[in-house]
T-cell receptor
């Protein structure tokens, strides 16, 4: 069965500094991996996804993530944080060979951006 | 805007009551997923439908049920409501690309 660990429940950075949100997963099959962002009182928005093509995936708003199979990681990064990046971020795994099974969400990391 | 709509936006009701939440997926998406998000449990997968048939079940209580209609919209029915059922309920839809698109959610408050 799949599982997702987000190593930090809360990350705080200053505006203009890099962002690193960590995600580790376990999966029995070749996984699809996703990052979603949720702003306060809003639905979840897809930031980026990995589905077996390039291991470095670029998403919206300057975010990117690198799939590292040997480390079972899919960390999310951004070179320079903006105030509007303050939100909750969810890492998600889905086993691609097990079509129809549910998506598994990590517990979320709350990103705070300080002025 | 994801293209997924949910109604109502807010719902306030009393313990023991029954409510129905509605979701319309993106045009052409056959899969609909329901999630519950609460402060203590995080985001929990409830159930998935694909083209009218139940496809996968998660942590859905027996008091909860769902269905997907021929026009592909879906309803989540919550009955014998308890205080602990207060949460945000999200619907998501997907096509064969396996990316989920989320609706804005329904906030349920049980008093």
């Amino acid at each position: 069965a799949q599982s997702v660990t987000q190593l930090d429940s809360h990350v705080s950075v200053s505006e203009g500094t890099p962002v690193l949100l960590r995600c580790n997963y376990s999966s029995s099959y070749s996984p699809s991996l996703f990052w979603y962002v949720q702003h306060p009182n809003k639905g979840l928005q897809l930031l980026l996804k990995y589905t077996s093509a390039a291991t470095l995936v670029k998403g919206i708003n300057g975010f990117e993530a690198e799939f590292k199979k040997s480390e079972t990681s899919f960390h999310l990064t951004k070179p320079s944080a903006h105030m509007s990046d303050a939100a909750e971020y969810f890492c998600v795994v889905r086993d691609r060979d097990n079509y129809g099974q549910n998506f598994v969400f990590g517990p979320g990391t709350r990103l705070s951006v300080l002025p | 805007d994801s293209g997924v709509t949910q109604t109502p936006k807010h719902l306030i009701t009393a313990t023991g009551q029954r409510v129905t939440l509605r979701c319309s997926p993106r045009s052409g998406d056959l899969s609909v997923y329901w999630y519950q998000q609460s402060l203590d449990q995080g985001l929990q997968f409830l159930i998935q439908y694909y083209n009218g048939e139940e496809r996968a079940k998660g942590n859905i209580l027996e008091r909860f049920s769902a269905q997907q209609f021929p026009d592909l919209h879906s309803e989540l029915n919550l009955s014998s409501l308890e205080l602990g059922d207060s949460a945000l309920y999200f619907c998501a839809s997907s096509s064969n690309t396996d990316t989920q698109y989320f609706g804005p959610g329904t906030r349920l408050t049980v008093l």
